[in-house]
């Protein structure tokens, strides 16, 4: 890979984050009211906020700022393990996207936590 810089797509958390926001999106639109209004739309805004806040922090400047962001997606992923136990608990979702939903969740602190020490190890400032 010959870049001479590193692109948001190209970066594996966010890749995951985001194509896991999309899934999350897809089960939850088919909810009913009462389910989308209280614990969907929590559900939504904690694991799109994983990738939202990834792109925020692959937008700064400064290596201080990026990795904030970046421990903030972190905060996000944690809040997105809650939504899905009670998603699950509350029979919103089947076992089998449980079970995804929390195999992406899983994988996401290691890749974050791999782009912080990348963007500490990289960057100056």
């Known amino acids: 890979m010959d870049k001479e810089f ?11 984050a985001l194509k896991l926001s999309n899934y999350v ?15 969907g739309k929590q559900f939504v805004k904690a694991v799109d906020s994983i990738s939202a806040n990834i792109a925020e922090g692959f937008g700064r400047y400064f290596k201080k700022d990026k990795i904030n962001f970046y421990r903030y997606s972190n905060g996000s992923v944690k809040e997105s393990f809650d939504w899905n136990e009670k998603a699950k608990v ?19 602190p290691k890749e974050i936590n791999q782009l912080i020490k990348i963007t500490n190890n990289k960057l100056a400032k």
């Open 25 to 39: 999106w897809e089960i939850v639109i088919r909810w009913d009211y009462f389910a989308k209004d209280t614990v």
């Open 6 to 16: 590193l692109q948001l797509n190209d970066v594996p958390p966010y890749k995951t």
């Open 90 to 108: 509350r029979n919103l979702i089947n076992k089998d996207e449980y079970q995804h939903i929390f195999g992406e969740l899983q994988k996401l």
